[in-house]
């Protein structure tokens, strides 16, 4: 228990970073699952970072005519279950985050981010694409969760070979 001003301050401050981990964590958990999101893919361990009634959308002119809005988990869950299905779309998919801003304000939190995705389709195309991500966060019992996810797509464009190659990786001699 705090014994001073000082102390109740110090003891806010650790709060705040202990939650700006958390966010980061369930930012990173999310990425990760959509990474290996493909065939047979439990919907559950994505939908269950977010909210009842989160909100997940593509903003921007292409985003948004691309993946559209979803209200409720349930209606998320159903966007992401066509990623589960035969054939597999993804032979290869990597979220890369950088450019991280999370703000804290008591019982939530904002983030934001730049997302490099290379992808590699089953169908032997490949895609560079670079969005802006910005979400919103609620803490609700001893959870982070997801209430608003926004992508808004800053290029894309298809590569000409895939992402995968065998060939020998460049190292010095």
């Known amino acids: 228990m705090p014994n001073t001003p000082g102390d109740k301050e ?10 700006e981990g958390a ?6 958990r999310y990425m990760q699952l959509c990474d290996v999101l493909g065939v047979g893919f439990e919907l559950e361990t994505l939908t269950s970072l ?13 985003y948004a005519a691309t993946f559209g809005r979803y209200e409720g988990r349930s209606s998320i869950a159903s966007m992401f279950a066509k990623y589960t299905l ?5 032979a290869l998919n990597i979220h890369l985050l950088g ?15 730049v997302l490099m995705q290379p992808s ?19 803490f609700t019992k001893g959870e982070c969760l997801i209430r608003h996810f ?24």
């Open 120 to 138: 590699e389709f089953s169908s032997g195309k490949s895609q560079l694409s670079c969005a802006r991500i910005s979400a919103e966060f609620v």
């Open 99 to 113: 450019n991280e801003m999370i703000v804290v304000d008591g019982e939530s939190a904002k983030g934001s981010w």
């Open 50 to 62: 977010f909210t009842e009634d989160a909100v997940w959308e593509g903003k921007g002119t292409r």
């Open 23 to 28: 966010v980061r964590a369930c930012m990173n």
């Open 150 to 173: 926004q992508t808004e797509n800053i290029f894309s464009r298809p590569m000409n070979v895939a992402w995968n190659q065998s060939a020998e990786l460049p190292v010095p001699k």
């Open 86 to 90: 035969e054939p597999a779309h993804f």
């Open 10 to 19: 110090l003891l806010i401050r650790l709060e705040a970073l202990e939650r």
